[in-house]
Antibody, heavy 124, light 110 residues
Framework: QITLRESGLTLVKPTETLTLTCTFSGFSLTTRSVGVSWIRQPPGEALEWLAVIYWDNDARYRSSLTSRLTITKDTSKNQVVLTMTNMDPVDTATYYC????????????????WGQGTLVAVSS | QSALTQPRSVSGSPGQSVTISCTGTTSDVGGYNYVSWYQQHPGKAPKLIISDVNKRPSGVPDRFSGSKSGNTASLTISGLQAEDEADYYCCSYVGRYSYVFGTGTKVAVL
């Protein structure tokens, strides 16, 4: 059974750095094809894909946020960490992590499993 | 990468059918058969209901179906039920291991 859970500070100030952790179970990020993505959703708005990291440490980012995002993994802890620098009130959103597989390596090129999400507010 | 375009809302009476469109470009929807659809009820995480354009995961009712023509994908809900009232999002693979979501559609059951 695959589960994911997001954790981190729920209130950050403008210009600060956000650090979110996704702790998962039921799969390993050392298995070929496997990846974990971060997706966010501002209140009342649409989902927005942010970043992904794969078993081979290949990391990809939303093009408009490349300079602010870093995604890393700790396979020994079954965790994926997302950092976002220079936070702004427009970054207020629910942040989700989700299981995925790499195109060309796996057949789950989508988001089968999601965490429950964590609401992050950016305010002074 | 711009968001895929979906209608803001669609509605129908119980038992009717509704179709939600998801329009992209040859760089996303038109270029890959990796279009997925997600259902989201208020305060809940999204749930996968269609993968690979038209595949239904186990447990998803067969009243949900997907299709694609050119740069536009579609989700059809046949035999609309009260519990189908939710937000729906399409998502497409865009190459280089990255993704883009749609603008979202609110389905109302009248």
């Amino acid at each position: 059974q695959i589960t994911l859970r997001e954790s981190g500070l729920t209130l950050v100030k403008p210009t600060e750095t956000l650090t979110l952790t996704c702790t998962f179970s039921g799969f390993s990020l050392t298995t070929r094809s496997v990846g974990v993505s971060w997706i966010r959703q501002p209140p009342g708005e649409a989902l927005e894909w942010l970043a992904v990291i794969y078993w081979d440490n290949d990391a990809r980012y939303r093009s408009s946020l490349t300079s602010r995002l870093t995604i890393t993994k700790d396979t020994s802890k079954n965790q994926v960490v997302l950092t976002m620098t220079n936070m702004d009130p427009v970054d207020t959103a629910t942040y989700y992590c989700a299981y995925t597989e790499a195109a060309g390596y796996g057949d789950k090129v989508r988001f089968d499993y999601w965490g429950q999400g964590t609401l992050v507010a950016v305010s002074s | 990468q711009s968001a895929l375009t979906q209608p803001r809302s669609v509605s129908g009476s119980p038992g009717q059918s509704v179709t939600i469109s998801c329009t992209g470009t040859t760089s996303d929807v038109g270029g890959y058969n990796y279009v997925s659809w997600y259902q989201q009820h208020p305060g809940k995480a999204p749930k996968l209901i269609i993968s690979d354009v038209n595949k239904r995961p186990s447990g998803v009712p067969d009243r949900f179906s997907g299709s694609k023509s050119g740069n536009t994908a579609s989700l059809t809900i046949s035999g609309l039920q009260a519990e189908d009232e939710a937000d729906y999002y399409c998502c497409s693979y865009v190459g280089r291991y990255s993704y883009v979501f749609g603008t979202g559609t609110k389905v109302a059951v009248l």
